[in-house]
């Protein structure tokens, strides 16, 4: 049996996972609400609560759950998971991998801390025009939702007929959180890929620098990358030329 949890904040789905679970539970209970709910908001947050009753699914469920992630995989933004059962967390760390969000494993009685990380805000994108520079901050680990409020800004510092200068700052950069944040930050690239004519990237971890060559791939303009501690150098690179 799967019943929903009450009481979530807007955009977050919750469900207790009890029984033995059967096709048609997913049919009349997640998958209409699950369906409605990215209607609705395009991306959502999840919280799945498998208790000491769960028992397993059968195969009607299992089909309806591949089904389901594959007509929605760009419409989860998090999921949170809470079990003790030792095969369904070895299923959803091998899972976790190829979702393209961030899927996080709680033991149970851990519900709190699983509403908190759902709620928490992972991480951000600052941006600042100043001195002829576009200065680009990434801070904590993005997810979806981060590129969704700069979208318009982006565009608007873009729009000038002068080619852009960017300072890209990763001091404070975790990674993406799945591979759908991955694919945002990459098309969003491509997309402005003729406007800029230098891109400075700042950071101080080794995989960094493979960031700035990756980035290189995407956009025409001249990428160079520069150690943390060379925060006036980076931006003096960038405005020269």
Not at 61 to 90: K, M, N, Q
Not at 115 to 120: C, D, I, K, M, V
Not at 215 to 240: C, I, K, N, V, Y
């Amino acid at each position: 049996m799967i019943e929903t949890i009450a009481g979530l904040p807007e955009g977050t789905l919750g469900f207790t996972f009890s029984g033995r679970i059967t096709g048609g539970d997913y049919d009349s209970v997640l998958v209409p609400a699950i369906d409605r709910a990215i209607e609705m908001h395009d991306r959502i947050k999840v919280l799945m609560v498998f208790g000491e009753g769960f028992e397993g699914y059968d195969l009607a469920a299992v089909w309806d759950d591949a089904r389901l992630g594959l007509r929605h995989w760009r419409g989860f933004e998090r999921i949170a998971v809470i079990s003790d059962v030792p095969w369904l967390r070895t299923a959803v760390r091998a899972m976790g991998v190829a979702l393209p969000c961030p899927v996080r494993l709680f033991a149970g009685g851990d519900e709190q801390e699983a509403r908190r990380w759902l709620a928490e805000s992972l991480g951000a994108i600052h941006l600042e025009e100043r001195d002829g520079v576009v200065r680009v901050r990434l801070i904590g680990q993005l997810e979806p939702s981060a590129y969704d409020g700069v979208e318009e800004e982006i565009a608007r510092l873009f729009a000038s007929s002068q080619p852009v200068r960017l300072l890209v700052d990763l001091r404070e950069f975790d990674g993406w959180s799945g591979l759908a944040a991955l694919g945002d930050h990459l098309s969003l690239v491509r997309e402005h890929r003729r406007t800029p004519r230098r891109v400075a990237v700042l950071g101080d971890q080794a995989w960094e620098k493979l960031a700035s060559r990756l980035l290189s791939r995407f956009t025409e303009a001249e990428t160079r990358f520069f150690d943390g501690a060379h925060a006036e150098q980076a931006e003096l690179w960038a405005r020269g030329g």
